[in-house]
Nanobody, 126 residues
């Protein structure tokens, strides 16, 4: 039901910053838990960051803790991923995803997200 559009990727030098955006349409972004994932060719899709539908809980993968920040602007129906102190190993295609609310609760680092946007490429040069 909800459609997601990720944007904001590009080329950045090591130590630089980028902010990715995930625009939701068709439904309120507040109706879903939001996750950010990244993937490089030949490797598994890895969890980067997640936020519960209430916005009260935030989760991060170990490799990005202290560097990345997930946030949401309900008025703009957009989620963000602020990426700081970027490293070459952060180079990947980044995806945003939405998880339907359930009685089980938000499962941030699971691939059990019902909706996925197209990726936006982030390249970090040495």
């Amino acid at each position: 039901q909800v459609q997601l559009q990720a944007s904001g990727g590009g080329l950045v030098q090591t130590g630089g910053s980028l902010r990715l955006s995930c625009l939701a349409s068709g439904r309120s972004i507040s109706d879903y838990g939001i996750g950010w994932f990244r993937q490089v060719p030949g490797k598994e899709r890895d969890f980067v960051a997640g936020m519960s539908w209430t916005g009260g809980s935030r989760f991060y993968g170990d490799s990005v803790k202290g560097r990345f920040i997930i946030s949401r602007d309900s008025a703009k129906n957009t989620a963000y991923l602020q990426m700081n102190s970027l490293k070459p190993e952060d180079t990947a295609n980044y995806f945003c995803a939405a998880q339907i609310r359930s009685e089980v609760g938000f499962r941030p680092d699971s691939l059990d997200y019902e909706f996925w946007g197209r990726g936006t490429l982030v390249t970090v040069s040495s």
